[in-house]
């Protein structure tokens, strides 16, 4: 497989600075090395720039950096769409709001294969708040509802050129859910696995009804694993920590179970903050992962120390 890296040092989505240096933790935590070793082409393709934006100013006041979103938004769509032609872009965060762009240019990239374009949402939040629903106002809780065309982001976010359909969306680990998502999720087929029911049924069994579906339709898939999907004991590194998440082995399973489908095209990595990692411990996790997702196996894994 050709892996293409792109950094997308975003952090104007977060309360909490410090995602903007995600994209140089991965890369100095061996993200280039770990894909290359298992025999696929790795190209660094650097980190974007947003584009240029006017300002703007919404009539919710809390929204904060709309300007600056929309214009990431704008460049990463383009990325997406253009890398996506001919490998997997692997986009390396950076806040979640980087998904309102990889995941708008990667459903354009769907609609003109006439594929469908499914999306596994690994993370503690739903992110389905609107410009309008926001009070924190942080733009990294908005991408699900951006892309699966919810009203509310025109004129001030790109237009999207092929939306995705909310059925077609799958989270899981979700804990922390505000009132106005969890009423607008209620009036859409958006699948929704809280931590609860992987207690009750264990992630494999959820995540394989999943799989089945968007191999039957012979489908693209999106994945955008945020470090808030984890535990905080094994992924500190993130500024909305919230306790109850998925295991270690929870997480290694899901990349093993979506490397034996075959069905993954694209990849988030989002949310590291280094600066609140612990000797990179988050950072070389994330990277692991990566390579669980890319055909690595519980036999090939090295031995970690902390």
């Known amino acids: 497989m050709i892996c293409k890296l792109i950094g997308v040092p975003l952090q104007d989505g977060a309360s909490q600075l410090g995602c903007e240096m995600g994209p140089s933790a991965l890369r100095t935590a061996g993200i280039v090395a770990a894909l290359s070793e298992l025999g696929h082409e790795v190209r660094d393709l650097g980190n974007l720039a947003p584009t240029v934006r006017e300002s703007a100013t919404h009539p919710n006041a809390a929204v904060r950096n709309l300007a600056e979103i929309s214009g990431w938004i704008k460049a990463i769509e ?8 001919d490998g997997m872009p692997i986009f390396l965060g950076g806040d979640h709001a980087l998904s ?13 294969k006439g594929r469908p374009l ?10 389905f708040h609107t410009l309008d629903t926001t009070g924190s106002g942080n733009l990294h809780g908005v991408p699900v509802a951006y892309f699966t065309g919810r009203p509310g982001f025109q004129p001030f976010f790109p237009a999207l050129a092929a939306p995705v359909d909310p059925a077609n969306v799958c ?19 958006v699948v929704v696995h809280d ?11 959820l995540l394989r009804g999943f799989l089945e579906r968007v191999a039957a339709v012979n489908g693209l898939l999106h994945v955008s694993l945020d470090v808030d999907f984890l535990d905080p004991s ?3 590194a993130v500024g909305t920590t919230v306790p109850g998440g998925a295991t270690f082995r929870e997480a290694h399973l899901v990349m093993e179970m979506l490397h034996d489908s075959g069905l993954v095209s694209s990849l988030d990595l989002v ?9 990179g411990r988050t950072a070389t996790l994330l990277v692991d992962l990566t390579a669980s997702l890319m055909g690595r196996t519980v036999m090939d894994r090295p031995t970690r120390s902390y």
């Open 195 to 205: 931590m609860r029911a992987i207690d009750e049924h264990g992630v494999a069994a």
């Open 234 to 236: 094994v992924g500190p």
């Open 118 to 127: 499914f999306v596994l949402w690994l993370d503690a939040h739903t992110d």
């Open 271 to 279: 949310e590291l903050n280094p600066f609140l990692d612990e000797r």
């Open 171 to 189: 989270m899981i680990g979700i804990r922390s859910v505000d009132p106005a998502e969890r009423a607008a999720l209620s009036k859409t087929d």
């Open 78 to 85: 383009q990325a997406a769409y253009l890398e996506s032609e």
């Open 100 to 112: 309102a762009g990889s995941v708008a240019g990667v459903a354009r990239r769907a609609a003109e």
